[in-house]
């Protein structure tokens, strides 16, 4: 019974951002941004702005509506 419910509660949880599969958190991934801009390897202007729009992409969970088609090209929507 309790193994249906971990299941249950598994699949009714949130799916995780890409950034989060990739980085662990999101703050873990502007952390790591910061540092570059930091480095002088990514422009300040850019990516405070690329930034601001990601962290928004993730908070509205909007990561969710797109995906990639067998040949590679995004697919927008569901």
């Known amino acids: 019974m309790l193994d249906r419910v971990r ?3 598994a699949a ?4 995780r951002s890409p950034i989060e599969l ?3 958190s999101f703050d873990a991934f502007e952390d ?4 570059l801009i930091d480095e002088g390897k ?3 202007g850019d990516m405070v702005a ?3 729009a990601l962290r928004r992409w993730h908070t ?4 969710g509506g797109w995906r990639y088609r067998g040949d590679g ?3 927008y929507g569901r």
């Open 7 to 9: 299941k249950l509660e």
């Open 32 to 35: 790591q941004t910061l540092a």
């Open 22 to 24: 990739t980085y662990g």
């Open 12 to 15: 009714r949880a949130a799916p």
């Open 73 to 75: 090209s995004p697919e």
């Open 50 to 52: 690329v930034l601001t």
């Open 42 to 44: 990514l422009d300040r």
């Open 60 to 63: 509205d969970r909007l990561w």
